[in-house]
């Protein structure tokens, strides 16, 4: 039985190589690649996809694993070989529905739509991106229907990224998070003059901005030797194995947020592939479980960390000395109300913590009408506007501050967005968590101490990988699933101190 | 028929698009990756070499190759298609004979060492690269007994890097060429004094190297949108298409040389990557027939262009105001004579055309010796440091400065370096038919015009790609085959004018 197993790991490592592989392409396409490199990168990736898919959807592995079914009931659940059999079974079964030709489509599609997107947002041309898309979105029809009729068309897609949960399940969460949202926005708009956040606008040389993000993110675990971090158009977080960590930000010189707060966004995302367990290395369990857990990183370090007095109670002394011109004259209570501010926006990325989530909102209503083909692609920029004049009162100026802002359809991404918003919920689940164990966690951040905190995470979360599915893993951590109720608190005791609201 | 080529053709270009991405990580690997991650990217490289492997070595290319005999003899020779078919099979027949596990090893290792190297030259520590070196050759050993037994062991191993070129062809062009060359640098070697390279070195800001080192390549066809250039330890360059090249290079704050003329050396490689048809693109004949022809193009841009006083006519006065406390009180023929300067030396990128051929030797040499076992390897240090003594006169301080300087024997590439001295040789032959078609070429130089030649190339030379064998090209390029003459006679020429030796 054991040199069954190991011919099975053998396989998986290979395929989970090539599957890392395709993530530095990825990550060189967004940062390195000169911009002519595009078309042929594209066939590069769907040759690459066609090949993974083909070796794992191989009669070889399709026996091997009901050869294992023995060898897996014998161990523990939660033995590293059980649980490997267990989610690549969980795996095969889904892949094994998708055709070779149809996988690699889609990879070559999303590669090129990616490109154009770049190019359609730099000039705020939606008409350029619609071909694109809209191939993208045919396919993930094509996708849709190679698996039986559930209960909503949606939720195929939700599974990808969120293994289990279904569009039933993350409406009554959103419904219920609006409940209590709603009117803390609302409450918050009626003393939106009580808070200014000026200070974060005027003059920060990139290069500063550059140092300071990093001086931050190194007392977070990025060490140079692992990690990398470089800009780019649309920030994201890769890997090429657990000492191969690649995040990148983006910098503009006339606003420090954006570096600021996506490089810790990103590195909480690093930390958690960083913090799989080195016995997982080259085996598909070697990475985070679901992207709202991943999601659920990322945000915690950006906010619960990032935007906490504690935090800058170390940081922003030093921030004043690396912009002396900017911050010499702001004291730290107005940088910390600056950074907290609550305002409607019209970029999810740089939203504030309460208004995020209608963002989010948004984009996971138009998605489903999409995919049910109650809005047409052509007409999605409209639909966009108007939502968001519905929810956040604001008009879009163009598409690239609109509709054209974020890579993920053009990535071909459909069905991912909502995962950010129940990232933030779990983050303030597992906070509560973290706090009960750690009652100094604030004492920690304000002299600069953060690896009590990183070695927590490690230590409940990171280091199963994808071992147990994103239910079972959010029960080991929080003992339990998502519940609104912690984030809500939290949202209501912070802005209702800043705000000066009951 | 035609729908059996189209169904090689498929094939091909996915095996090549494999090929392709594992030249990105090996850009990516020398140039951005994180030391920690050289384990898992060994691993990358080795699964993607066994999936390249087996895709390239199975019954199916074999079927098609023999289907394919047919429409292949009913083709002109030099079309593209009888083209494909017969690279293709005789590539097949070579790696045929190479065991997938072998192939996966060798690549594994050579990885694995190229990190170890890194290190040990940091350090110079050549006990810290000699078990990887072991490895690497004892693998070599392996890899030329899958082939018949040839005149000479080392035959097989030249044959990866200069197809059909025989061990006794290349000493008998050495030797040829020892016997103009040796003379010349010892008459040279009397007027040492006459010559002086002083001005070569100072105070050179790195970024303003760069700039430099720019701003000349895009005149030579350098696209910002279709070319990379990078920092390294050791420069290369490499390519992930014809419209995706990526060339490095080495700065030393003191010393301008490795940054003026490496960048230039590089940039001769990329154009004949970015001259190949682009019909040929995603085939196996997307790429340089030959080292010794690639090096003809790289040491033609470095030299015959680039320590040319036409060249510098048009480049001189911009470099003095790019670095105008070093230059400026330093005339164009002070400065030509600087570059130019022969003088033995320890580093081979760094010689001069003259003794630059002496370093190839002494390692065509030892290759030799190493392969035929009359040389152990840890006793390699003492061999290189006795040879240099012997063919160049100078003792050798540390091995980072002998025999661990060059990248090439980590990668596992062994037979490769050979290839410099011809290509030195061949540019030349090049030469004389670009001035007989060109014959203003000069002209044209001093006035910063460089795409005459660059069109040439492409047109006699890159385009074609890998379409003929070594000598098919050079007889399409030159009218025949390697001969030292026209190299001899143009370094008796610029160097007899330089040094007053009749």
Chains 1, 2 share one sequence.
Request: proline share 4%; net charge negative.
């Amino acid at each position: 039985m054991d040199s069954k197993f190991i011919e099975l790991k053998n396989h998986l490592a290979e395929i989970h190589d090539l599957t890392k592989i395709a993530w530095v392409l990825s990550w060189d396409q967004q940062t390195m690649m000169p911009m002519k490199g595009a078309a042929v990168r594209a066939e590069h990736l769907a040759s690459l996809g066609k090949v993974i898919h083909e070796k794992f959807i191989s009669p070889e592995i399709a026996k091997l694993l009901d050869d294992l079914s023995g060898y897996e009931a014998s161990l523990p659940y939660d033995s590293d070989d059980a649980s490997l059999i267990r989610v690549t079974r969980r795996d095969y079964e889904k892949e094994a529905r998708v055709p070779a030709e149809l996988r690699a489509d889609m990879t070559r599609t999303a590669a090129l739509a990616r490109q154009a997107w770049v190019a359609a947002r730099q000039e705020s041309n939606y008409g350029l991106f619609l071909p694109h898309l809209e191939k993208n979105v045919a396919l993930k029809h094509k996708y849709v229907e190679c698996f039986d009729e559930s209960e909503n068309v949606y939720d195929i897609l939700l599974d990808d990224y969120e293994r289990d949960m279904k569009t039933r399940e993350v409406t009554a969460i959103f419904d219920a998070l609006k409940q209590d949202l709603v009117p803390l926005i609302a409450a918050i708009g009626k003393k939106s003059d009580a808070v200014s956040d000026a200070c974060l606008h005027g003059n920060f040389p990139i290069e500063q901005q550059r140092e300071f993000a990093l001086s931050i993110i190194t007392r977070f675990g990025f060490d140079p030797d692992a990690w990398r971090l470089d800009p780019t158009v649309h920030p994201f977080a890769s890997s090429a194995g657990t000492n191969d960590i690649r995040i990148t930000t983006r910098y503009y010189a006339d606003f420090i947020s954006p570096s600021l707060f996506g490089s810790m966004h990103e590195c909480g995302h690093g930390l958690y592939e960083n913090g799989v367990s080195p016995a997982l290395e080259r085996t598909p369990l070697c990475r985070g479980t679901s992207l709202a857990l991943h999601e659920s990183q990322s945000r915690m370090w950006e906010n619960l960390v990032g935007r906490s007095r504690a935090f800058w109670k170390f940081f922003y002394p030093k921030l004043q000395t690396a912009f002396p011109d900017q911050f010499k004259r702001v004291d730290a209570e107005t940088f910390y109300r600056a950074i907290n501010k609550v305002q409607p926006s019209l970029i999810r990325v740089e939203a504030d913590e309460a208004t995020y989530n209608l963002h989010i909102i948004l984009r996971f209503e138009l998605e489903q009408e999409i995919m049910r083909g109650e809005l047409r692609l052509k007409d999605l920029p409209d639909a966009w506007n108007a939502r968001m004049k519905a929810y956040l009162g604001i008009d879009v100026p163009n598409d690239a501050q609109g509709v054209l802002q974020d890579i993920h359809w053009s990535a071909g991404s459909i069905g991912y967005f909502s995962t950010y918003s129940l990232g933030n919920i779990i983050s303030a689940q597992i906070w509560e968590k973290v706090l009960a164990d750690i009652p100094d966690l604030s004492e920690r951040f304000a002299r600069g101490e953060f690896m009590n905190l990183r070695e927590w995470l490690r230590d409940r979360l990171h280091k199963h990988g994808r071992k147990f599915t994103p239910r079972e893993t959010m029960d080991k951590v929080v003992g339990g699933f998502i519940d609104v109720k912690p984030y809500v608190r939290y949202l209501q005791k912070k802005f209702g101190e800043i705000y000066g609201i009951k």
